[in-house]
């Protein structure tokens, strides 16, 4: 079984400074990990994805995520935000099959 | 990139009212539609696999006789809320998985999700 954790629920930023949200995950497997954003009722958005080979995984919107195995930690960073990019933010973790896990989310703010 | 559309994006009725909502895989078939629900500013939590075929597998604590799903077709899942109560009330979001690698392989499978149907039953 998997689990994620995000330990930030909130993280307010003001505009155009860099940004970290925390994703920490648990599995007895390999996993694969992913970070998905949500705007405002709306569904969720595919930022980026790591399946295999470089730690470092770019996604849309200028985010980047690095896998760190021995940390088991997958934290998203953006060099520097937009007012736009205020959302929810969810990590999630396969272990290969079609299910999901989902991390409870943080929620970023950005400030003018 | 893959397009999941879910309809009604809205919806609100009365208690102890059926409501049906669809979801579909617009340009690519899927044999395995995912249903789950969101409390306001929660996570999102898996319900049931909607099974192409056969019948949708249901997490444990989801009643399967409330929640009723039908895969009917490799592009189309419903989600029958049945006899609704204000403890529907939720965001419901589906979701149908992509495959990566070989045909039948399932690496990584990315998930594509709807938009979401916000449900509220009065």
């Known amino acids: 079984a998997q689990s994620v954790t995000q330990l930030d629920s909130q993280v307010p930023v003001f505009e155009e400074a860099p940004v970290e949200l925390r994703c920490n995950y648990s599995?007895?497997?390999?996993?694969?990990l992913f970070w998905y954003v949500q705007y405002p009722n709306q569904g969720l958005q595919l930022l980026l994805k790591y399946l295999s080979g470089s730690t470092l995984v770019k996604g849309i919107n200028g985010f980047e995520a690095e896998f760190n195995k021995s940390q088991t930690s997958f934290h998203l960073r953006k060099p520097s935000v937009h007012i736009s990019d205020t959302a929810e933010y969810f990590c999630?973790?396969?272990?290969?099959?079609?299910?999901?896990?989902f991390g409870p989310g943080t929620r970023l703010s950005v400030l003018p | 990139g893959a397009v999941v559309s879910q309809h009604p994006s809205r919806v609100i009725c009365k208690s102890g009212t059926s409501v049906k909502i669809e979801c579909r895989s617009l340009?690519?078939?899927?044999?395995?539609m995912f249903w789950y629900r969101q409390f306001p500013k929660k996570s999102l939590m898996l319900m049931a696999t909607s099974n192409e075929g056969s019948k949708a597998t249901y997490e444990q604590g989801v009643e399967k006789d409330k929640f009723l799903i039908n895969h009917a077709s490799l592009t189309l899942s419903t989600l029958t809320v049945t006899s609704a109560h204000p403890e529907d009330s939720s965001f419901y979001i589906c979701?149908?998985?992509?495959?990566?690698?070989?045909?039948?392989?399932?690496?990584?499978?990315?998930?594509?999700f709807g938009p979401g149907t916000r449900l509220t039953v009065l």
């Open positions: 979701s149908a998985p992509s495959y990566s690698g070989l045909a039948g392989a399932r690496l990584g499978d990315t998930q594509y």
């Open positions: 340009d690519f078939q899927a044999t395995t």
């Open positions: 999630a973790v396969s272990g290969g099959g079609q299910n999901f896990v």
């Open positions: 599995s007895s497997v390999s996993v694969y």
